[in-house]
């Protein structure tokens, strides 16, 4: 499984930024994606996932209320959209896939390549 993560960049606090993450290779309807993220000095953590076939969705309590996370357009990709940001957003976020929404909160099977969020003013 290939991941394919965009989005990111600047964004001052309060304001809003959206990543977008597309899988391919051999994926399955009854899988799970989602957003794990790293902040500079500390381990990476879980943010969130959703289960494709399903539509079932769980957060991170750091991000509960104000990130959604939600199924793209395409099949197999989703998108993460990140309100009233604060600085301790500010991370490295990646895409990762997984078996489902308990086994990718914890160990996902699949990593893409990080996206860098700041949030600064």
């Known amino acids: 499984v290939q991941l394919q993560a965009s989005g990111g960049g600047l964004a001052q606090p309060g304001g809003s930024l959206r990543l977008s993450c597309a899988a391919s290779?051999?994926?399955?309807?009854?899988?799970?994606m989602g957003w794990f993220r790293q902040a500079p000095g500390k381990e990476r953590e879980f943010v969130a996932a959703?289960?494709?076939?399903?539509?079932?969705?769980v957060y991170a309590d750091s991000v509960k209320g104000r990130f959604t996370i939600s199924k793209g357009n395409a099949k197999m990709s989703v998108s993460l959209q990140m309100n009233s940001l604060k600085p301790e957003d500010t991370a490295v976020y990646y895409c990762?896939?997984?078996?489902?929404?308990?086994?990718?909160?914890?160990?996902?099977?699949?990593w893409g390549q990080g996206t860098l969020v700041t949030v600064s003013s």
């Open positions: 290779g051999r994926t399955f309807i009854n899988s799970a």
């Open positions: 959703i289960s494709w076939s399903v539509g079932s969705t």
């Open positions: 990762v896939y997984g078996g489902n929404l308990v086994v990718i909160s914890t160990q996902p099977g699949y």
